[in-house]
């Protein structure tokens, strides 16, 4: 098992390398960088900046370096922890991420829960009965449930919300919370607030991991140890709990690396739309200001977020299943 | 894939009988997709959904800037065959809008105004428009009396037609779906294949970059790469910039399964046998690999495609995908953003409606195909 943890971490080293080329290529990709943009917006006042000014905040951006250089300063700065300075909210990278970081890994995770305390009962039930009538209501809504984007079950829940509880559903607390201190009483409004993203943005990944559960299951029904087990007059109950759910559940955590990076997506979009304090309308304000440091930084803790996620899950699984530490 | 005829020797030695009939696998994997009802049906509605798109202009009975001044946000008109006097007519028709603003809230109110009747012509002239961009007619497949109007949607805010615009947006999204993963096949294949059949060291930096690209959250990589797309493009660059970047994510499941199936039948016989005669590499793999899984990649493909459309549509629905003049579902989605517009005017949420059963049809189709391609599949036999 140890020597499986260390090779699992040394790996994800050259993962993250890679991705961190390919994420500085992206922010590097518009035309016109940090300084024209800047200089358009002073422009814009009126002001005409002097050469010395442009040659400074040049400088100060790196721009002036070779390409590869300023890949290594950005790599070697996001490492020691300093993400550089946001031009459009006038304020420290470091701080924007960390204010809003622990919002979106809540969501995430929290979703991730539903998925999985929806999904088994009903994964077990759609299974056990079999073309009942329940099983094809189940079925249809992860259906549909697959099939709506996230954005448009947020503007339905959003309106629902407002219908019957008349309350305005957007946003992570009420407006007397919004910019108070962290309390209990806070904490406890978050929580009202925070099940109805959960619930959208966990809604597709429930629907497939339901019919995966339900799909292995029924394979596992049908194999001869059940039938000698219900021949010898195991109980319904435990004829299906005790060994072919325990066998079903696996992709309950081999598919972790498969759901989370699109639940990281679906919380960016759902936040988006309720406006939410996470780091999915951060990214889209600093892609359409052109702020490149933010997003690269932004882009980088996202990526961060799903790989050491993957990680765990892979780890965890190799906990549960001897079949995969020893392979 | 060839004729799989029984020799009737072989049959008879075999001891299978006279009435052996012979199917070739095509037939096979046809008779196990028809017993899925569910990818009948989806399969169906796609074909129908693809035709409409192709013909949008000859469907629809407004282009996608036309304005109706007289209905703003104005709700769907429904065809009536009996009129208010309860008498039948065969030829349908459609009421006026009668048009109130609520004093208080200043928001409009529309009612059937049943004194006024537009019957409903079809093939008749309307509208010009230029079909596929190539000729120019003015026939549609229906429409109203030049004075009168036709909603069948509805508006939206500036007094443009809803249905038209619906039909015109499912040309540009469908196509998007198709034309990304043309390019994810491409990719998928090419990767695959080459990791897949020379092995080694490019198999595993293939494989490196799949099992990174995999892990990243394909929507906020989208969101930087669109935003990237120079505001200078004309639409149609606009578009293969987003279908290309849709695609760049997507063609790793494809490679993945490609380069499984390669490394599988690099060591099959039939694969050795065709080397030993002298084939080349890229004869072996496209006349003797490629065949064998074709299926499995059509199945694949069919299952990539939801996830391209819904790409788009968030994309577009942040604002940073296609813009407006051009005119997808994700386009039309974006003026829907706010949670009132559901209260007030519900029938801009159509274009979300399509996109969700579309995405639903090609779904259920990719899962018939998936099982009707793999001859041991329990799933279609159960």
């Known amino acids: 098992m140890r020597s499986y943890v260390v090779s699992r971490l040394l790996g994800l080293i050259p993962t993250l390398a890679i991705i961190s080329v390919i994420i500085f290529a992206v922010i590097q990709l518009p035309e016109g960088d940090v300084v024209s943009s800047t200089l358009d917006r002073l422009a814009a006042q009126g002001i005409a900046p002097t050469e010395e000014y442009v040659q400074n905040l040049r400088a100060q951006y790196n721009l002036d370096k ?236 996202l990526a961060i977020l799903t790989v050491v996620g993957i990680l765990l899950s892979d780890l965890l699984l190799a906990w549960v299943d001897p079949r995969i530490r020893f392979e | ?173 469908l196509s998007i779906g198709l034309v990304g993963v043309v390019l994810t096949i491409v990719l998928g294949i090419l990767l695959g294949g080459v990791a897949g059949y020379l092995g080694g060291l490019v198999d595993r930096a293939v494989n490196k970059v799949i099992e990174v690209l995999q892990c990243l959250p394909s929507l906020p990589l989208w969101m930087a790469l669109s935003a990237t797309l120079p505001v200078h493009w004309s639409p149609l660059l606009v578009y293969f910039g987003i279908t290309i970047i849709l695609s760049l994510f997507g063609w790793t499941s494809l490679a993945r399964q490609v380069r499984g199936r390669f490394l599988a039948l690099r060591e099959e016989d039939f694969v050795m046998a065709a080397r030993l005669m002298g084939a080349n590499t890229p004869r072996v793999i496209h006349k003797h690999m490629l065949p064998s899984f074709s299926s499995h990649i059509i199945a694949t493909a069919t299952l990539a495609v939801p996830g391209m459309i819904l790409g788009e549509t968030a994309l577009s629905f942040l604002g940073i995908g296609l813009r407006p003049p051009v005119v997808s579902w994700g386009v039309l989605m974006f003026q829907a953003q706010n949670p009132l517009v559901i209260e007030l005017t519900p029938w801009q949420m159509l274009p979300g409606l399509f996109v969700v059963l579309t995405v639903m049809a090609f779904n259920l189709l990719g899962d018939g195909l998936r099982d009707a391609a793999d001859p041991y599949s329990t799933a279609a036999t159960q």
């Open chain 1, 66 to 301: 070779p390409m590869l250089q300023q890949y290594a300063l950005w790599a070697y700065n996001f490492l020691t922890g300093d993400m550089g300075y946001s031009y459009v909210f006038e304020r420290p990278v470091n701080d924007l991420v960390w204010e809003r970081l622990g919002f979106t890994l809540s969501i995430t995770v929290s979703a991730l829960l539903f998925t999985w305390i929806v999904a088994l009962p009903i994964g077990i039930y759609s299974a056990v009965r079999q073309y009942s009538i329940g099983d094809y209501v189940m079925t249809t809504i992860a259906l549909v449930g697959l099939a709506t984007p996230p954005f448009l079950l947020a503007l339905i829940f959003m309106h629902l919300g407002f219908e019957w509880f008349g309350v305005s559903t957007g946003g992570l607390f009420s407006p007397e919370f919004e910019d108070a201190a962290w309390s209990w009483a806070r904490v406890v409004d978050m929580l009202a607030h925070l099940w109805l993203p959960m619930v959208i943005v966990g809604l597709g990944s429930a629907a497939f991991t339901m019919r995966i559960l339900r799909a292995n299951l029924l394979d596992e029904l049908n194999k001869p140890y059940v039938v000698t087990a219900r021949a010898k007059g195991v109980g319904p109950v435990k004829l299906v709990l005790k060994y072919p759910v325990r066998i079903a559940i696996n992709p309950f955590i081999s598919n972790i690396g498969l759901m989370l990076p699109a639940l990281v997506s679906g919380e960016a979009l759902v936040s988006l739309v309720m406006g939410l304090p996470t780091i999915g309308p951060l990214l889209l304000q600093s892609l359409l200001n052109q702020d490149m440091f933010l997003a690269g930084s932004l882009l980088m803790w």
């Open chain 2, 1 to 173: 894939m060839s004729e799989a005829a029984i020799d009737p020797v072989v049959a008879a030695a075999a001891g299978l009988g006279e009435d052996v009939v012979a199917i070739s696998p095509r037939r096979l994997m046809w008779l196990r997709f028809r017993r899925h009802r569910l990818a009948l049906v989806s399969g169906a509605f796609l074909i129908a959904l693809y035709t409409l798109a192709a013909f949008c202009e000859f469907i629809s009975p407004y282009g996608t800037v036309t304005r109706n001044d007289e209905a703003i946000n104005a709700p769907p008109m429904s065809v009536h065959f009996f009129d208010a006097e309860g008498d039948f007519h065969l030829r349908p028709f459609v009421y006026a809008y009668h048009m109130e603003v609520d004093p208080e809230t200043w928001i409009r109110i529309y009612t059937e105004d049943t004194d006024r009747k537009f019957p409903i012509r079809f093939f008749a002239r309307g509208e010009r428009y230029k079909m596929w961009s190539l000729f120019e007619i003015d026939r549609h497949l229906f429409t109203v009396d030049e004075d009168a109007y036709i909603h069948l949607f509805g508006t939206d805010p500036l007094g443009r037609d809803m249905f038209s615009r619906v039909f015109y947006g499912a040309r540009v999204s």
